[in-house]
Every structure is written in structure tokens, then in C-alpha cells.
């Protein structure tokens, strides 16, 4: 059975940081491109940022571009995703996709 399980969301202040995990298992994850999707409260799903399955090609979406850092441990069948500088805009739901499977998300909420 395919699982991916995030965590690491959180509430955190503008310009703060967080780091979120997705434990994966069921399937052989360092073969499969992974990446991140958000989904904010009333919004569609938007793609955040991806990486291939050996961890040398890695895309950001244009609004994390800088902020965000995105990385692999293909040994530990974990994706991160290190978030930096957050803004009150970054608010929403973070889920690990691969495979055409999500997990259950993070809430990750920016605000003073």
C-alpha cells in the first residue's frame, strides 16, 4: 500500500521558517519524481516545487522561487522541504505527490 505521510506544518510568523517531511512507503520511492502541492483555504490545488527521482533536477513555482528549498533522501524514503522567509500568503495545505498519490498534508499557517 502506497502511504506518503507529511508533517512538520505549523503556525509561524512572517519571515519565519519551517520544515516539512513526507515519509514514504509502499512503492520504491528513489525512482519516482516526487513534489509538493499546496492547497489554500477556497483555492485549487498549485504546484510548489518538484524533483526527479535521483535528486539532480529540481523546478520551484515562481512565488518560492528563493524561499523554498526542496530535497530528497532517497536512503531514508523521505522528501523535505525547507521553507524559509515565509509569508502570510504561504497559508495553506501542503501535500507530497508522487506516483499520482498524496498524502494527507500539513497545515502550514503564517501569521502574527
Known amino acids: 500500500e502506497v502511504q506518503l505521510v507529511e508533517s512538520g506544518g505549523g503556525l509561524v510568523q512572517p519571515g519565519g521558517s519551517l520544515r516539512l517531511s513526507c515519509a514514504a512507503s509502499?512503492?520504491?520511492?528513489?525512482?519516482?519524481?516526487m513534489c509538493w502541492v499546496l492547497q489554500a483555504l477556497g483555492k485549487g490545488p498549485a504546484w510548489v516545487s518538484g524533483?526527479?527521482?535521483?535528486?539532480?533536477?529540481?523546478y520551484y513555482a515562481d512565488s518560492v522561487k528563493g524561499r523554498f528549498t526542496i530535497s530528497r533522501d532517497n536512503a531514508k524514503n523521505m522528501l523535505y522541504l525547507q521553507m524559509n522567509s515565509l509569508k502570510p500568503e504561504d497559508t495553506a495545505v501542503y501535500y507530497c505527490?508522487?506516483?499520482?498519490?498524496w498524502g494527507q498534508g500539513t497545515q502550514v499557517t503564517v501569521s502574527s
Open positions: 505527490e508522487g506516483m499520482g498519490y
Open positions: 509502499g512503492f520504491t520511492f528513489g525512482t519516482y519524481d
Open positions: 524533483i526527479n527521482s535521483g535528486g539532480g533536477s529540481i
